[in-house]
């Protein structure tokens, strides 16, 4: 069992960042892939970043790639999610998820943590 808290929500202005940060608690923590997911007003949840178990591999969707950053510490039990150049279109709840591989799709994820507030105001 992996129970996980994310914090670092909050609002900002278009243009600045925002370091999510998801505590996880339980000894496995370091065998799982984890990934963030966001999910706006009205819409379906979806992928934003993930990192492999060992923080070696990262992927990113389109459309946070080369403004968001995703790391972990595994001694620390912790994933972060750096966000820089905030827009409006990236307001949603920030969720982050463990998997058993690096996960792409809400299918993917095992356990979920409750999520957090990003509110980009223009």
């Known amino acids: 069992q992996v129970q996980l808290v994310e914090s670092g929500g909050g609002l900002v202005q278009a243009g600045g960042s925002l370091r999510l940060s998801c505590a996880a608690s339980?000894?496995?923590?370091?065998?799982?892939?984890m990934g963030w997911f966001r999910q706006a007003p009205g819409k379906e949840r979806e992928f934003v970043a993930a990192?492999?178990?060992?923080?070696?591999?990262?992927y990113y969707a389109f459309s946070v790639k080369g403004r968001f950053t995703i790391s972990r510490d595994n001694v620390k039990n912790t994933v972060y999610l750096q966000m820089n150049s905030l827009e409006p279109e990236d307001t949603a709840v920030y969720y982050c998820?463990?998997?058993?591989?690096?996960?792409?799709?809400?299918?993917?994820?095992?356990?979920w943590g409750q999520g957090t507030q990003v509110t980009v105001s223009s």
């Open positions: 998820a463990a998997a058993p591989v690096m996960p792409t799709t809400v299918r993917d994820c095992e356990y």
């Open positions: 339980g000894r496995t923590f370091s065998s799982y892939a």
């Open positions: 990192i492999s178990w060992s923080g070696i591999r990262t």
